[in-house]
């Protein structure tokens, strides 16, 4: 095989290069303030080769949020139809999310800052998924208090709420160059997390 097959057999796809710089150029500097033609460049692409992919901007932003959401939820639907017990499952799942969050940080940016600017009806669509997500882990939480491995003083919802609302947080201060990676960082949170729910 040639340099240049091998070099056309690795290069990215074409929506792979627009999901790439469209959430590169959002999170840094907002929907709103980017052009299709800003994309079309960054992605080295022609207009008609986007919405030959794509139908609009509004589409691309939405393939950002599925992008992160599927990768998430199949990761987490693994873990939790996985062997091994609650405890295991559940710190599993805490790290993952945490790892996945981070190797992700322009997605979350762009979730917080942009999700209003989708339509409503995908607005919903996102929600409802992130939703399907947080009842699943929430599932583990559950199980571990029906077993009695977690003590039941907090309600299993509050205890996933607190869990991912400092997950949302992790955009403003994490730093990939940092002293922690995604992995290490999940287990100080999965370990937080199993903490709180342990009896004693």
Not at 40 to 45: F, K, L
Not at 96 to 101: A, R, S
Not at 122 to 140: D, K
Request: cysteine-free; overall charge negative.
């Amino acid at each position: 095989m040639t340099q240049s097959t091998e070099s056309r057999a690795v290069s990215p796809s074409v929506p792979d290069r627009l999901l790439t710089e469209a959430t590169r150029l959002f999170a840094q500097r907002g929907f709103d303030r980017v052009s299709v033609q800003e994309l079309v460049e960054a992605a080295g692409v022609t207009k008609g080769a986007m919405y030959h992919y794509f139908t609009s901007k509004d589409d691309l932003l939405f393939a950002v949020y599925q992008r992160v959401l599927n990768l998430q939820m199949s990761r987490l639907a693994q873990i939790v139809e996985g062997g091994g017990d609650v405890t295991e499952r559940l710190h599993a799942a805490a790290v993952d999310v945490v790892h996945t969050t981070v190797d992700n940080l322009d997605d979350m940016v762009i979730f917080f800052r942009s999700l209003h600017m989708l339509s409503p009806g995908r607005q919903r669509e996102v929600r409802r998924e992130r939703r399907r997500y947080h009842e699943l882990f929430r599932s583990l939480v559950e199980e571990g208090m029906r077993e009695g491995v977690f003590h039941d003083k907090i309600p299993a919802d509050i205890v996933v709420n607190y869990f991912f609302g400092s997950i949302h947080h992790l955009s403003m201060w994490y730093r990939a160059d940092g002293e922690l990676s995604g992995p290490q960082l999940g287990v100080y949170y999965a370990d937080l997390l199993l903490a709180s729910l342990r009896k004693g």
